[in-house]
């Protein structure tokens, strides 16, 4: 999982400036919580490599109009783990305008890019797989996204929370098919890599612990069945028993950890495991009767 989080974010930085650069912009700005402070807009990210992105993206922009020259301006701050940056409150509104207008348009990719990589997230645990956005409440970028992907199939599980929206998916296959969406190639496939191992493993364990679960249940039958013939043995009536049933007794001594399948086919006149049971469900009723004093199920016909 640590090796996946390292490929995401580190193929997330490193794709190609793809047009319009403005829409990925406006979504990385749409995913960070903000304050309004004067002329600037302050925003922050517990991400450096977003802030980098987002700069990169802030070069190829052709601002217009009065905005033209407002840069994103880094904030020394005390708070730990965060970073905060400023831009111009007429730049920040042409981004907020980029957003509303591209909002009337479906499926843009290149903002669901930059959404994601602000506020979303990839959580591979023990059991299950979990994409994560939770774009900041009362923008309406939540609900833009949800729309976008409802319209290409996909199942979003959404939760609301005090802060922000946060939006699920949780089937592989589509997670895998949202990450090629968004450009994310390299993670997709190494995503598939995971679910096909996670798989083989899980089957390699299910068959491990269904033949060890099959031992122990042969061996536990082995050893009742010995602790029956050995109370038969100090009733004295092993050898009272008719052939099919001493043969079946003999067996069993002589080989105390086989299979009931395995005990059938050792006999002089091999038979299937059903008939194993049944026989030895018939020593046990009749132990049962002749420990009770009632040797009426006894047969005393001898061997043939």
Same mark, same amino acid.
């Given at each position: 999982m640590e090796g996946l989080n390292h490929t995401i974010w580190d193929e997330w930085g490193a794709l190609p400036v793809s047009q319009p650069v403005k829409d990925e912009a406006a979504g990385i700005i749409d995913g960070m919580s903000y304050n309004v402070e004067g002329e600037d807009y302050l925003f922050t990210s517990p991400r450096l490599f977003v802030v980098r992105r987002l700069m990169r993206l802030w070069g190829e922009c052709e601002w217009s109009g009065p905005a033209d020259g407002e840069g994103i301006r880094l904030i020394h701050t005390q708070q730990r783990g965060r970073i905060v940056f400023s831009i111009g409150r007429r730049a920040a509104t042409e981004i907020f305008a980029v957003t509303n207008a591209m909002a009337k348009r479906t499926r843009n990719w290149n903002w669901?890019?930059? &959404?994601? *990589? =602000?506020?979303?997230? &990839?959580?591979?645990?023990?059991a299950g797989y979990y994409l994560v956005i939770r774009p900041p409440a009362g923008k309406g970028s939540a609900e833009r996204v949800q729309a976008i992907l409802k319209s290409c199939g996909f199942t979003v599980g959404v939760r609301k929370k005090m802060e922000c929206r946060e939006l699920m998916l949780r089937d592989q296959q589509q997670i895998v098919t949202f990450l090629s969406r968004i450009g994310l190639v390299k993670t997709a496939l190494d995503l598939e890599e995971t679910a096909i191992y996670r798989s083989m493993r899980s089957h390699a364990n299910k068959l491990v612990n269904c033949d060890a679960a099959n031992i122990n249940k042969s061996l536990e039958a082995a050893r009742l069945q010995m602790e029956l013939i050995r109370q038969m043995e100090d009733l004295g009536i092993v050898e009272e028993l008719p052939a099919p049933l001493f043969e079946l007794v003999m067996a069993r001594k002589k080989n105390p950890s086989i299979t009931l399948k395995e005990l059938g086919q050792t006999l002089p006149r091999p038979i299937s495991k059903s008939t194993v049971e049944y026989r030895w469900r018939k020593l046990e009723t009749m &132990?049962? %009767?002749? =420990? %009770? *004093?009632?040797d009426a199920n006894v047969l005393r016909k001898g061997r043939r």
């Open positions: 669901v890019r930059g &959404l994601f *990589g =602000s506020c979303g997230a &990839l959580y591979i645990p023990r &132990l049962r %009767k002749q =420990s %009770k *004093g009632d």
